[in-house]
């Protein structure tokens, strides 16, 4: 026997590498004899069309005759192949597979159903024909593959996320059947997971030099051209698996996955086929593998694939029943963390735990959010009110400045609720089950010592994909290998069984998970963050109202189904990379469409409940003035008048209530009696124009900037010394690649004030109920804005209405307003509450931060003085300094070209306010009978906006008040269904509960607004026959029932609760 030579560590790795090479030396190598004999497929042919047709319409078309090098396309098309196969009689016995493979996503059908997806980029270019041949079976069979004209992530012009080429064309470069050697794949197999072990490992490590010598052992043993061969060296590598690691091993739990985005780089439609052909496949796998467990999320889906798959969606009901296809996430889609409001979030759990429930018999017990731009502060509660305790992500490993310094921990938001989150050690939910993988997931742990289970999500994502039979196999070879750590197959459950069994050990991070990636999604597509704010109103405000006409009449049917649809759509847009704006044009383009249905189907749901709430009573058409917000407001109003004009009014409609129009009877009929003082306009011989209501004075300088904002009755300046307002501002956006997505921190090197032209202000109306005055603004060569700034007797902002023209190329537009105010910390409006960010960037966490999101207001205050900054549809914002700085455009050119370009529309306005100092108590004065009181300044800003009428004043501005056509005459006098007792807590939602679609359940959902404990008494005229309280899912509390006094109930709030009560209605007297 020859002496054993010295070993080289390179040159051996490389030996086997080139052993297992699917590039070089192919024609001796073992890669080289993964299949065998081949044939070409007996007969192809095609047929093409732009529409994505369903099996039985598509194999009814005229297929031409087609051959291997077809070309196919453009874009979006489809191309179905007819593909007939005859299997050679000397195959018998042999693993048979169909190879195909083009640069499309594919389908293969065989006997009408879909039966596995083929996608070159998710390494899926064979089709098991047979695993063994047998005498009996038929040799011939016809096929059908349906061939999307779009990769896997889309049809990018020279980069993945560039605008789609709309011109592109796709090609079949392989069609045949072929002998498949499967002792060929298990040496392959465990060859490169050797490799893996000893470069994993490395040089120091023992373990390493055994995989790497093993795995020189196979090579020279096994002579690809000898079958015989196969059987030693596949014990010498079972040897080496087959040693074992000891108790302590971190254990690795390894779950099947297909992250689809649900819209991004493709258009809804197409995400309904990636839907079958990943989860076609993950079936395929399932019954394949007994201990392959594939977690899915994203009810929408499922319910696409319910419409258009029935047959698939019976099979991953049995895979359901049996354990291995779990429903997670508990969402209608993977909504953005960040922008979608505070009921929008509680109504995908709604909509998703429902649909879950009501399809596979139970709710998820996990939200999973993988791949979502931040996670806001007030999530945790929204999860626990909704059944779930359990939360998994990995998003915020793509911080671009801090690494985030746990993997397991509790998560405690913004009003203390906790819940139980994970992130995968490795920093994706798209593994492949390498050797690579396995390691990193144990090294970059950041929780070692305090648990020793990790999740490891395997599968092609984002574009669908999911799970391939190598993945699992790797997995499940790596099962318990001394050196590494313990692999299973497992599941969520599992997994957070585990977890949870190490929970004394954990740490807790408080308050907003804030990636530090992706702040342009804030602010990209304007349009679509616009319609996402409108629709969030409308459909609050057709529930309130189709809630009164249920209670006012017993002939009102409350539209159920309706409202269903049109939730599920604006859901729909809420998904992670529709509303942030990170999607192609056709996205949008259906976006907005669906937009377009809510505003209109909306319309016609709140004239229905205005008819009935009017008693439908013939007569001439009236006029009702309808407040859907639980305050009562006095505003000024514009009235429709006959002949399409409007007249200007002031007033006043109670909480939750109506009230009749008033009828004009002269010019100005109110003007006498006006209770405050009316609005006096003054345009200087400089071109200045003062706006002064008695409660604020605005002074704009000729050329429509913000020189002075005066709080009369403290004679407050709020602009800063020597500063001015209202400054626009454009910024060079030029991220590092994400175009739509990032904003990065050196733009704000790039900053340059646009200036206008003096003379260019005018005053617009001239006092009295209202007073305004407008200006044309030159952006650039290109775009062009015009805004009127405008003030209303008793109202406690000026609003600035904004047009702009907008044709840049990556360009940045904010408006700047510096304050007269001076804090460490500003507050900015989430989800059912607020919370405070740094005004400075005295750390790396705080710079990092330098653009931030918030919903309808931000707010810079000191103590016994502030500035709110309010919206009605913008979303990106910062407070730096003392200068707080709203982000209104910009112009991407990637994914969609033509992002944000046109005209927009939009409003904000400032408020000025005093508050209180020193020992505040959150919701104003504290009254022993209804507080509790609180440490100084616990939960609110020194300043005391929440005082102030700083949230209400928001509120305002998003919901105006309507004025609604009555078919008949409107009511005499004002009525109110509902008061609260305090400002601090708000009456968010009023609707129908889920449950009894027939009844007359009402569901109200209240919070607590000002971070504050508090007692709060809600007052309703409606004939309430029970109360109690429910979560969110809206599921009776056992202990709950609250006792109804003199139609009053009293609810206990602490700081950011959010609370939800059941209603029951008596019957009408109608």
């Given at each position: 026997m020859a002496a054993p030579a010295l070993k080289h560590w390179r040159t051996t790795l490389e030996r086997v590498e080139k052993f297992v090479s699917p590039l070089y030396f192919t024609d001796c190598n073992l890669r080289g004899r993964l299949y065998g004999d081949s044939r070409p497929v007996a007969a192809l042919s095609c047929f093409l069309t732009p529409e994505r047709l369903p099996y039985q319409q598509a194999i009814q078309q005229h297929f031409r005759p087609a051959q291997v090098g077809e070309r196919f396309g453009p874009t979006w098309w489809t191309c179905w192949f007819q593909v007939e196969l005859t299997i050679p009689e000397a195959w018998v016995g042999q693993e048979v597979h169909l190879r195909w493979e083009s640069n499309g996503e594919g389908l293969v059908w065989r006997d009408g159903e879909p039966v596995q997806g083929l996608t070159k980029e998710g390494e899926k270019t064979s089709y098991v024909l047979t695993d063994k041949l047998g005498e009996g079976d038929p040799r011939s069979l016809t096929l059908y593959v349906e061939v999307a004209c779009n990769g896997l992530l889309g049809a990018g012009k020279g980069s993945m996320i560039a605008a789609p080429d709309p011109e592109k064309m796709f090609e079949l470069t392989q069609a045949e059947l072929a002998v498949f050697h499967r002792g060929v794949y298990r040496l392959l197999l465990d060859l490169e997971l050797?490799?893996?072990?000893?470069?994993?490992?490395?040089?120091?490590?023992?373990?390493?030099?055994?995989?790497?010598?093993?795995?020189?052992?196979?090579?020279?043993?096994?002579?690809?051209?000898?079958?015989?061969?196969?059987?030693?060296?596949?014990?010498?590598?079972?040897?080496?698996?087959?040693?074992?690691?000891?108790?302590?091993?971190?254990?690795?739990?390894?779950?099947?996955?297909?992250?689809?985005?649900?819209?991004?780089?493709?258009?809804?439609?197409?995400?309904?086929?990636?839907?079958?052909?990943?989860?076609?496949?993950?079936?395929?796998?399932?019954?394949?593998?007994?201990?392959?467990?594939?977690?899915?999320?994203?009810?929408?889906?499922?319910?696409?694939?319910?419409?258009?798959?029935?047959?698939?969606?019976?099979?991953?009901?049995?895979?359901?029943?049996?354990?291995?296809?779990?429903?997670?996430?508990?969402?209608?889609?993977?909504?953005?963390?960040?922008?979608?409001?505070?009921?929008?979030?509680?109504?995908?759990?709604?909509?998703?735990?429902?649909?879950?429930?009501?399809?596979f018999?139970?709710?998820?017990?996990?939200?999973?959010?993988?791949?979502?731009?931040?996670?806001?502060?007030?999530?945790?509660?929204?999860?626990?009110?909704?059944?779930?305790?359990?939360?998994?992500?990995?998003?915020?490993?793509?911080?671009?400045?801090?690494?985030?310094?746990?993997?397991?921990?509790?998560?405690?938001?913004?009003?203390?609720?906790?819940?139980?989150?994970?992130?995968p050690p490795g920093d994706s939910y798209g593994m492949q089950g390498s050797v690579e993988e396995v390691l990193k997931t144990v090294r970059n742990n950041r929780d070692k010592g305090r648990t020793n289970h990790s999740a490891f999500l395997f599968g092609f994502g984002d574009g669908g994909g999911g799970p391939t039979q190598t993945m699992v196999d790797r997995l499940e070879r790596l099962c318990n290998t001394d050196g590494l750590p313990r692999v299973q197959l497992s599941s969520p459950d599992r997994l957070f069984s585990a977890l949870e069994s190490d929970a004394g050990q954990l740490c807790t991070w408080v308050g907003e998970l804030f990636l530090e990636l992706h702040n342009g999604t804030y602010t990209t597509h304007a349009q679509v963050k616009k319609g996402n704010r409108e629709c969030e109103r409308i459909l609050h405000d057709v529930e309130l109202l189709s809630s009164l006409a249920l209670a006012h009449s017993t002939h009102f049917p409350y539209p159920a189904k309706q409202l269903r649809r049109l939730w599920r759509l604006l859901l729909l847009n809420q998904f992670h990379d529709v509303v942030p704006g990170s999607c192609i044009q056709l996205v949008v383009e259906d976006a907005m469409s669906h937009y377009q249905d809510i505003r209109s189907q909306g319309n016609s749901l709140l004239s229905a409940a205005t008819a009935a709430l009017c008693a439908g009573e013939p007569g001439p058409e009236g006029l009702l003035l309808v407040n859907t917000l639980p305050w009562t407001r006095t505003e000024v109003l514009a009235l429709p008048r006959s002949g399409g004009?409007?007249?200007?009014?002031?007033?006043?409609?109670?909480?939750?209530?109506?009230?009749?129009?008033?009828?004009?009877?002269?010019?100005?009929?109110?003007?006498?009696?006006?209770?405050?003082?009316?609005?006096?306009?003054?345009?200087?011989?400089?071109?200045?124009?003062?706006?002064?209501?008695?409660?604020?004075?605005?002074?704009?300088?000729?050329?429509?900037?913000?020189?002075?904002?005066?709080?009369?009755?403290?004679?407050?300046?709020?602009?800063?010394?020597?500063?001015?307002?209202?400054?626009?501002?454009?910024?060079?956006?030029?991220?590092?690649?994400?175009?739509?997505?990032?904003?990065?921190?050196?733009?704000?090197?790039?900053?340059?004030?646009?200036?206008?032209?003096?003379?260019?202000?005018?005053?617009?109306?001239?006092?009295?109920?209202?007073?305004?005055?407008?200006?044309?603004?030159?952006l650039s060569p290109h775009s062009r804005l015009s805004q009127e700034v405008v003030l209303d007797i008793g109202c406690p902002y000026v609003r600035f209405h904004t047009e702009v023209h907008w044709q840049e190329t990556h360009k940045f537009l904010k408006v700047e307003f510096p304050a007269r105010v001076r804090s460490p910390q500003a507050t900015y409006e989430i989800q059912f509450g607020h919370l405070q960010r740094p005004t400075h960037y005295n750390t790396s966490w705080d710079w990092a931060r330098f653009e931030v999101w918030a919903h309808r207001w931000m707010d810079l205050s000191e103590c016994g003085f502030g500035l709110a900054l309010l919206n009605d549809s913008k979303y990106g914002a910062s407070v730096r300094g003392n200068i707080l700085s709203l982000s209104l455009l910009r112009a991407p050119k990637a994914p969609d070209a033509t992002a944000d370009m046109g005209r927009h529309e939009f409003t904000y306005a400032l408020m000025p306010h005093k508050g209180e100092c020193g020992t505040v108590y959150a919701g104003g004065p504290r009254s022993p009978s209804s507080r509790t009181a609180r440490p100084p300044f616990s939960g609110r800003t020194p300043g005391s906006f929440q005082d102030a009428g700083v949230i209400q004043a928001a509120y305002n501005l998003n919901f105006p008040l309507l004025a609604l056509p009555a078919p008949g005459p409107a009511p005499a006098g004002p009525w109110s269904a509902f008061s609260l007792s305090t400002p601090a807590v708000i009456l968010e939602t009023v609707k129908q509960a889920e449950a009894t679609p027939l009844s007359r359940t009402l569901v109200l959902r209240l919070y607590e607004a000002h971070g504050s404990h508090v007692d709060c008494w809600l007052q309703t005229s409606l004939p309430v026959q029970e109360a109690v309280l429910c979560d969110l899912l809206e599921k009776r509390d056992p202990a709950g029932h609250l006792p109804l006094s003199n139609n009053r109930l009293k609810l206990t709030f602490s700081p950011f609760q959010v609370q939800s009560l059941l209603l029951v209605l008596q019957p009408p007297t109608d």
């Open positions: 050797l490799l893996g072990i000893a470069k994993g490992l490395g040089q120091d490590d023992q373990r390493s030099f055994q995989a790497l010598h093993t795995a020189n052992q196979m090579v020279n043993m096994c002579d690809p051209a000898r079958p015989e061969t196969f059987p030693a060296a596949e014990a010498l590598a079972s040897r080496f698996f087959g040693q074992r690691g000891g108790d302590s091993q971190h254990t690795i739990h390894a779950i099947g996955h297909c992250h689809i985005d649900t819209a991004w780089l493709w258009p809804f439609k197409e995400t309904v086929r990636k839907c079958a052909r990943s989860w076609v496949t993950a079936v395929q796998l399932m019954e394949q593998n007994p201990a392959f467990v594939f977690a899915c999320s994203q009810a929408q889906q499922l319910e696409w694939v319910k419409s258009h798959y029935p047959g698939l969606y019976t099979r991953l009901q049995e895979c359901a029943c049996r354990g291995q296809f779990v429903p997670v996430g508990g969402t209608w889609v993977e909504m953005d963390g960040n922008l979608p409001s505070g009921e929008a979030m509680v109504r995908q759990f709604l909509q998703g735990q429902n649909f879950f429930l009501q399809e018999g139970k709710l998820c017990s996990e939200f999973w959010l993988p791949d979502t731009f931040g996670y806001s502060a007030q999530l945790p509660q929204i999860m626990r009110g909704c059944g779930i305790r359990r939360f998994l992500t990995q998003k915020l490993s793509w911080n671009l400045v801090n690494t985030f310094p746990h993997h397991t921990f509790f998560w405690e938001g913004l009003d203390g609720s906790r819940v139980l989150a994970h992130f004009a409007h007249s200007l009014a002031l007033v006043t409609v109670p909480s939750m209530g109506f009230a009749p129009a008033p009828t004009p009877t002269s010019e100005h009929p109110l003007l006498p009696q006006l209770p405050q003082q009316p609005v006096v306009v003054v345009q200087e011989t400089d071109g200045s124009v003062t706006l002064d209501n008695g409660i604020i004075r605005v002074r704009l300088d000729p050329t429509g900037r913000l020189t002075s904002l005066v709080l009369l009755a403290s004679g407050r300046e709020a602009i800063a010394e020597g500063a001015v307002g209202n400054q626009f501002v454009l910024f060079d956006d030029v991220p590092l690649y994400w175009d739509a997505w990032d904003v990065m921190d050196y733009h704000l090197e790039t900053r340059k004030p646009v200036l206008g032209q003096p003379g260019t202000l005018a005053v617009g109306t001239e006092g009295g109920l209202q007073g305004s005055a407008w200006f044309l603004l030159q």
